[in-house]
Every structure is written in structure tokens, then in C-alpha cells.
């Protein structure tokens, strides 16, 4: 008989027992989803942090290639200040050449406006010069965000 008295004391506490492994169970679960979640956010900060990192040489870069066009462009003014000079000491230098019956002092002015021109397409070469240099150190001596991005693609 103590058998059967052991069967219906367990009857009795079966549902007990269910719902203590129920509440078991809800926890244990309740703790996976909070550990898949926090991976999950842990992920998410490591990805944004990424993503910003990116971001902020993507911007680096846009500005080193807005700055090196505006110079490019500052460089390519100068070149056609110096080629327009140029033209203007070929034309004089061709009017000296064709024109025999040039008077001293047309003379003296041609040769006045040749020298002007050349010192203009000097200043003109040597300015735009300058600002290639000024390019070549931003893109290759400078500790710039543009070397940073490369170094990046490299790693």
C-alpha cells in the first residue's frame, strides 16, 4: 500500500512540480533572450562604431579631394594666365619680326610689353607652381586624412 500512497502524494504534487519546471523553463529562456539581446546591442555599437569610423574618413577624404580641386582649379587659372601671355609675347615678338619700318620708340614699347608679358607669365608659372606643391605635400608629406584612408585600406 505504500505505493499507492507514494502514486497519489505525487498526484498531488505533479502540478506543483509542472509548475515549478515551468517557471524554470520561462526563466531559462528569459535569460537566453536577455543574452542573445545584449549580444545583439554589443554587435550593433561595435558595427556603429565601425561605421562612424568610416564615415568620418569618407568625409576627410571628400574634403582632402574638395580642397585639391580648388587648387587644381587655382593651378589651371594660373596655366592659362601663362599661356595668354604667351600668345600675346608671340604676337609681339612676330610683329617685331615682320614690321622693318618700326620706329625707335614703337620699338622700345614693343620690347616694353614683351618684358611686361614675361614677368606676368612668370608670376603666373611660378604661382601655379606653387600650388602643385602645396598639392603634392597634401597628398604625399602630410600626416593627412587621405594617408589615414590609405593606411586604412591597407590593414
Not at 577624404?61 to 608671340?90: P, T, V
Not at 610683329?95 to 625707335?104: F, M, V
Not at 614699347?109 to 607669365?121: A, M, P, Q, R, V
Request: hydrophobic share 40%.
Amino acid at each position: 500500500m505504500k505505493i499507492k500512497e507514494l502514486l497519489t502524494h505525487f498526484k498531488q504534487a505533479l502540478p506543483y512540480i509542472g509548475l515549478s519546471l515551468g517557471v524554470q523553463n520561462f526563466l531559462m529562456a528569459k535569460e537566453a533572450k536577455a543574452a542573445r539581446l545584449q549580444t545583439t546591442v554589443n554587435e550593433t555599437t561595435k558595427l556603429l562604431a565601425e561605421l562612424k569610423a568610416k564615415h568620418e574618413v569618407i568625409i576627410a577624404k571628400q574634403a582632402m579631394q574638395n580642397k585639391i580641386a580648388g587648387l587644381s582649379a587655382d593651378a589651371s587659372d594660373h596655366f592659362e594666365s601663362s599661356n595668354y601671355h604667351s600668345r600675346i609675347i608671340d604676337g609681339l615678338v612676330e610683329r617685331l619680326k615682320n614690321n622693318c619700318n618700326i620706329d625707335q620708340r614703337e620699338h622700345d614699347f614693343i620690347i616694353g610689353l614683351i618684358h611686361s608679358n614675361t614677368e606676368k607669365k612668370i608670376e603666373s608659372l611660378e604661382k601655379a607652381n606653387s600650388i602643385l606643391r602645396d598639392i603634392n605635400d597634401l597628398i604625399f608629406f602630410s600626416n593627412s586624412p587621405i594617408n589615414n584612408y590609405i593606411d586604412q585600406l591597407k590593414i
